[in-house]
Each structure stands twice: as structure tokens, then as C-alpha cells.
């Protein structure tokens, strides 16, 4: 199909939008009397349509049934539910309002600019402008109703990662016998491998170290305790405080490489389709988030890195397969210190914690289904020091976490969100991502044994927001209250040493 084709089936649907607008807008919920509303929710649907037969569009944040304008993370899904005042309760809409506009910056990028200027033409208008108009006309027509905010809460609850369907097929309360002795073994072995001096740890290749530039400005709590907050208590720091944050709590990445296949870089689309990665740049993808902890709510930074594959070790390795991403995230304390760092593989799976000493595991975690696993407390760092990660060739597990001065090769940042134009090898660029979530061509052999457990395609590669991180029992990687579920604070020293002889590690 030609571009001038294109453009004019695009125009065509622009002028046919009045009786187009009135079709689409069953998928949204109409606003009886109210015509700015209704152009607004008109706009909404027209664009969705252009979207899902031109564009890319962001699988999470996820879309609220019958808003169009909001979208939610795990983290605003859980105000759907309290009692919030006037203020708090506009600032929630706004966050929402404000997921979607991010959202669709992505799904506007993913056109072609012949695209986009034909729509500016069809509705006279600058996107980005009346996206920010209509959003704030909507988020004022839903503060005016009582009806639309009862049915927003309803709505506005996130989708689980995990398929009842699958679990009764598969007849779970059987099927996940084995599956729990096997993570029963794999944290007995994780656990043995923390126990051995970090000189004694195997080294297959060559350590070689990766790291962002250091930040001059070097003082964390400084620049927290400065933050502001708003309705919410969502500390809301500004560009360059965020900047600096992400700088100063930067790990090293410490990789034992023995092919290219454990070196970081960018992902990209070869031209049959399959995922790999570009070596030229070395590159960690960052992006902020938050969570409740003790009745405050915390700032988050994620880290992650991207490998080609995790190798074949094996002809009967279900694990292995293209490309393999790792996820590092520094949750920060209301003070601006560290109060836990926790990891992951972007399929979800080899989800590990790193607390600190003001976290001890609530007791009752020890009888979950599948217990979190803590290999390690989180090494103090002192004045001119970082915090290095140890990965293991191949598998790419974090071995061991210590503090050490910068050095080895520097990465570059990049915002999480350009993974959403990742580069064709023959040109072009398309989403890392497939609608559902999943990166296609990274799935893993496991799949078909883990299937009864509910997690769709485990083992594969997936977007923020859709890793489910217990294969048995019930866990998200952002469950917006899971600090509060599993830990408690360390205000004694006897429930200290209780939290140092359960994580079974020297201080």
C-alpha cells in the first residue's frame, strides 16, 4: 500500500469522523450533556483506531475499561479503593491522566510523521496539545460526578498477571508439588553460593566491569529530603534532582564474560524477526517508580541491562533461549538513604532481595507457598564508594553485591521508553514489545512445564508492569504494598540479630 493511499484513506476517515465517533464511543463512557466532553471522548476513540491499525501503543500502564483518558500502573491502582479527600482525589485522577498522556507519547512517537500531520490537519489542532486539553476537560467532568468516580474504582483495579484458567486445567494443587521442590533446591543453591568467599566465586572468562559516570553531585539524602510532595505524599522530585538520584545510586555491573553474549547493550530487530543486541553501546535503560511502605509513599529507581541470549548449557536446557534482560531497582527511604535493593530477570523469574538493616522479613513469609529469597543484606557504602553487582556468565544471576570505587567501561543512559523504538537491522524501527507484553522470539523451553502455574510463557522476556516474580503462589515485581506484605521495620536489636539469623549470612 503506497503512502499517498495511506493518507487518503486517513483523510477519508478523518471526514467520516462524526458518524465514526458516535460508533466508537461505545467503548467509552459518555458524558450526557456535555459537548466539550463528548468531542473529547470522540477524539479519544478516533485516535485509538488510527493507533491499533498504524501504531504501537504500550501494553502497561493499563487501560481503564470505558476512560480513555487514564491509564494505571499497580501502584495508582491501589487508591482505587480508599476514602480519598478533594485534593488527594483530583491529584489521583491527574497521576492517571497523566499515565495516559505519557502512553500516548509513545503511541504518537510510533507513527509516521506523514501521520501525524495529516491528523493535525483532519482536526486542526496540535496533538499533543488537545491530548493535554481533553485530559484536563475529562478530569474535571469526573471530580463533577459521583457516578463516573463509582464506577472509576470499580474499574480501576489491575489485572493480575497470572490465568486462573490455566491453574484449573493444569490442576495446580498437584502440579505445583514438584514446582516447589524444585525452588526449594534453587534457593538452597543460590543460598550456597552467597556462603562462599567472593574471591572463591568461579570466574569462566573475564571480569569486566560497566558503569555510568559519577554524578559530582554526590549527596543523596540532600537531595531527597528536598523533594516535594504533593496530595498524594508522592515525593516529586524535579529533573535534575531524579538525574542526580539515578547517578549516585548506579551500581557496576561486574560481568564474568565469556562471549558476547554477557555483554550489555541495545536491543534491536534482526530482519528475520529475532531479538539481539547491539554491542556497539553499552547501555543501562532507567525509569522511576514508587511504592507504600509504613503509610508513606517511596521513590523507586530501576536500572536495567540487556544480553543477547542466556546460552545454551545443554540439549536438554529449557532455560536458555534469545535475549535476557536484568532489572535492578533501589527503593529510597523517606530520609533519602537506601532502604532495600531488590532484583530480577525481565521474565519475571530470580526475584531477589537486598535489604538493608532497617528491614527484617514479616515472620509469616516463612510459610508462603514460595518464601521471597534474601541471599544477602546490602553491603554499607561509604564516601567515594558504589555499589558493584557480580553476574555470573551465561545465566547472568547476581552472585554476590559489595562496595567498591568506580572503574571499567561507561555505559550511557537511556529512558526506559525507547525500547518502544527499537531498531530493524533493515531499517524502520518497531516495539521490543508485543501487545501482550511478551518480546517475541524469547521464549524458553520452560513454558510447557510451568504452564499449570498460571504465568503466561514463563521464561520470556516482558514490559514493565508484567512480571509475575512467584511461580507458586502470588507475586508481583510492582505490587504497589509489597514491602509492606513482606517486611517489617528493625526497631530492636533482638529482632536485628533475628533478621541476620534468618537471612543466614555473615554482616
Known sequence: MTRMIRIRQLIVFGVALGLFGCASMKHAVPVAGDAAAGHCL????????????????????????????????????????????????????????????????????????????????IYSVDLQAQLAHCAQTMVAVDLASSERLTLLRKRAVA?????????????????????????????????????????????????????????????????????????????????????????VHAPIWEIDVVDRYDLPGQPI????????????????????????????????????????????????????????????????????????????????????????????????????????????????????????????????????LYADTPSGQLMHWHEYRELYETPVTGGGMRSLFRPDGLVAGSERAERWLLWPMGIPSAGAMRERGRQATAFVGHRHFDDANLLDNLFEPVSEPVRFKRALDEYQVNP
Open 42 to 121: 470522540a477524539f479519544y476513540d478516533d485516535l485509538d483506531q488510527i493507533i491499533a491499525e498504524r501504531g504501537v501503543t504500550p501494553s502497561r500502564p493499563e487501560r481503564i475499561v470505558g476512560f480513555p483518558y487514564l491509564r494505571m500502573t499497580r501502584f495508582l491502582a491501589s487508591y482505587s479503593q480508599q476514602d480519598l479527600d478533594g485534593a488527594a482525589l483530583q491529584r489521583w485522577l491527574i497521576h492517571l491522566a497523566d499515565a495516559d498522556l505519557q502512553a500516548r507519547s509513545i503511541e504518537l512517537a510510533s507513527l509516521e510523521s506523514s501521520v501525524r500531520s495529516e491528523i493535525s490537519t
Open 159 to 247: 489485572t493480575s498477571e497470572y490465568r486462573l484458567l490455566n491453574k484449573v486445567l493444569g490442576l495446580y494443587p498437584l502440579s505445583s508439588l514438584p514446582v516447589r521442590v524444585g525452588i526449594h533446591q534453587y534457593h538452597d543453591e543460590t543460598m550456597a553460593v552467597y556462603a562462599q568467599p567472593l574471591e572463591t566465586l568461579p570466574v569462566r572468562g573475564q571480569l569486566r566491569r560497566f558503569h555510568v559516570p559519577v554524578s559530582a553531585n554526590a549527596d543523596p539524602i540532600n537531595l531527597s529530603t528536598k523533594f516535594a510532595h504533593d496530595a498524594l505524599g508522592l515525593p516529586i522530585p524535579t529533573a535534575s534532582q531524579l538525574e542526580s538520584l539515578f547517578s
Open 269 to 400: 530487530w534482526l530482519e528475520n524477526g529475532t531479538p539481539d543486541i547491539d554491542h556497539s553501546d553499552a547501555r543501562v535503560y532507567r525509569y522511576p517508580s514508587y511504592t507504600h511502605w509504613q503509610g508513606k509513599v517511596l521513590l523507586q529507581l530501576n536500572y536495567m541491562i540487556w544480553f543477547a541470549e542466556r546460552p545454551h548449557t545443554g540439549k536438554f536446557d529449557i532455560y536458555s533461549g534469545k535475549l535476557d534482560g536484568l532489572l535492578w531497582r533501589v527503593t529510597l527511604n523517606a530520609d533519602g538513604t537506601v532502604l532495600l535493593y531488590d532484583s530480577m530477570h525481565a521474565c519475571g523469574c530470580y526475584h531477589y532481595f537486598f535489604p538493608t538493616t532497617a528491614l527484617v522479613l514479616r515472620p509469616e513469609t516463612k510459610w508462603l507457598s514460595e518464601p521471597p529469597l534474601l541471599p544477602q543484606l546490602a553491603p554499607q557504602l561509604t564516601a567515594g564508594k558504589s555499589l558493584v553487582i557480580r553476574v555470573s556468565t551465561g545465566s547472568h544471576y547476581i552472585q554476590r
